[in-house]
């Protein structure tokens, strides 16, 4: 098992930024693969951004085309807590934001973009980008 809780979330102007973490416990951080997911009333759950590896050791990030160039992932694997910055942020990216996590046996893995694969999830937190 593992639990994830998010924070960060919160009230911004268009242009704004927001950092979003996820804090982690339970099972070995390192096993898990790490995702931020969002949801806006009225419509499904869609993926943000991941993390990808190969080898075992490399690791690269993925993201929506919808926020790329403007949000970041990134972890600390001391702290067993993951980050996404969000800078330039638009009304459209009004939703609550949603950490999950997917067991990953393997030393190649590419981000997966369906909420259906991941096995944990925070409870979320509220974003509102105002104009």
């Known amino acids: 098992q593992v639990q994830l809780v998010e924070s960060g979330g919160g009230l911004v102007q268009v242009g704004g930024s927001l950092r979003l973490s996820c804090a982690a416990s339970?099972?070995?951080?390192?096993?898990?693969?790490m995702g931020w997911f969002r949801q806006a009333p009225g419509k499904e759950r869609e993926f943000v951004a991941g993390?990808?590896?190969?080898?075992?050791?490399?690791?690269?990030?993925s993201y929506a085309d919808s926020v790329k160039g403007r949000f970041t992932i990134s972890r600390d694997n001391a702290k067993n807590t993951v980050f996404l910055q969000m800078n330039s942020l638009k009304p459209e990216d009004t939703a609550v934001y949603y950490c999950?996590?997917?067991?990953?046996?393997?030393?190649?893995?590419?981000?997966?973009?369906?909420?259906?694969?991941?096995?944990?999830w925070g409870q979320g937190t509220q974003v509102t980008v105002s104009s």
């Open positions: 999950a996590a997917k067991l990953v046996d393997s030393s190649w893995y590419i981000a997966s973009r369906s909420a259906r694969e991941y096995d944990y």
């Open positions: 339970g099972r070995t951080f390192g096993s898990y693969a």
């Open positions: 993390f990808s590896w190969r080898d075992g050791s490399t690791t690269y990030t």
